[in-house]
């Protein structure tokens, strides 16, 4: 078996796609549908089944895809410890929500921009589960979460910090200036928030179903933040992401404390070798998160 054919198995096999493997692996669809054929021919069996224009995994493919990936993993592994002397290279494609990639990750970016300029960074968007599933499918290399929850299935995860998380509203809303405020005391606010899946917004929403408020959702921390300066609403925001704003004034904390606690947590897949250029990522995200503010 060779390992380029492994490889673009295992690609075909993560996204479930011939078109979209051969996208992500810059192959014309042909070269990627003849690479599988082959890798089918040498080991006689079929790999995927063929529905129409989707496809799926054979039981054989099933049971392949996991040597396909410890043994890209081993050749990843062989290759940077021959070139343990060189300078750190490769691609790390890294999950991540809006939160950490504006208001946490932009000393770890510029970190790897000037200092180690042939690890190429590619993130992608994406929140919770969307992010586990493709840890799991080894779509990413690495995601950050803030959770609730420090165990996923599958993964191994390190937490990097407690999350603090502050309700703000304009300077003039009716709330502010109010000691002790209850969740009940929120029944009659109008809630302004970033989208369902934001793991701190699902929370807060769960948190006052019992009083069922109205809530607006404006998708990004930015609208969100400049609806609540406005006067639209409330919002429960990550404290990091308006320390600019609770320090001019555009913004005030209310006095209620979240009953639950997110971390923000850095993740892979469980068993998953991380080439050297990887784990500099992981530890220089270690240092420098714990390290802020």
């Given amino acids: 078996m060779e390992l380029r054919l492994l490889a673009t198995f295992e ?32 080991l006689g069996v079929e790999l995927f089944e063929r529905l129409g224009s ?42 991540t929500m809006e939160s950490l990639t504006s208001y946490r990750l932009p000393p770890l970016l510029e970190l790897f921009h000037h200092r180690y300029p042939k690890v190429r960074l590619t993130l992608r968007p994406t929140l919770g589960d969307e992010t586990r599933q493709a840890l799991r499918q ?57 989208e369902p899946g934001c793991p701190y917004r699902d929370l807060f929403e769960a948190e006052l179903r019992e009083w069922a ?4 959702e404006f998708g990004t921390i930015e609208a969100t933040k400049r609806g609540a300066a406005a006067g639209l609403g409330i919002a429960l925001l990550p404290r990091v992401t308006v320390s600019e704003e609770l320090a001019s004034g555009a913004l005030v904390a209310l006095d209620w ?13 469980r068993g998953k070798r991380l080439p050297a250029h990887v784990r500099l990522f992981v530890e220089q995200a270690r240092r420098l998160v714990r390290e802020s503010p």
């Fill in 11 to 42: 690609k075909v096999a993560t996204v479930l796609s011939f078109t979209r493997a051969a996208t992500e692996l810059r192959y014309a669809q042909s070269s990627v549908t003849g690479q599988v054929r082959s890798l089918e021919s040498s």
């Fill in 138 to 194: 080894g779509t990413y290399d690495i995601g950050f979460l803030m959770e609730p929850d420090t165990e996923h299935a599958g993964l191994e995860s390190e937490v990097l910090a407690a999350e603090p998380l502050v309700l703000v509203a304009a300077p003039n809303h009716p709330l502010t200036g109010r000691t002790g405020l209850t969740s009940a005391d929120l029944a009659e606010a109008q809630l302004v928030g970033t």
């Fill in 213 to 216: 408020p109205p809530f607006m």
């Fill in 257 to 269: 404390e979240p009953p639950f606690t997110l971390f923000t947590q850095i993740a892979w897949r």
């Fill in 54 to 95: 989707r496809i799926r995994l054979t039981e054989a493919g099933e049971r392949l895809l996991p040597y396909a990936r410890r043994i890209i993993e081993l050749s990843d592994e062989a290759r940077a410890a021959v070139a343990a002397t060189e300078e750190p290279a490769g691609t790390i494609a890294v999950g």
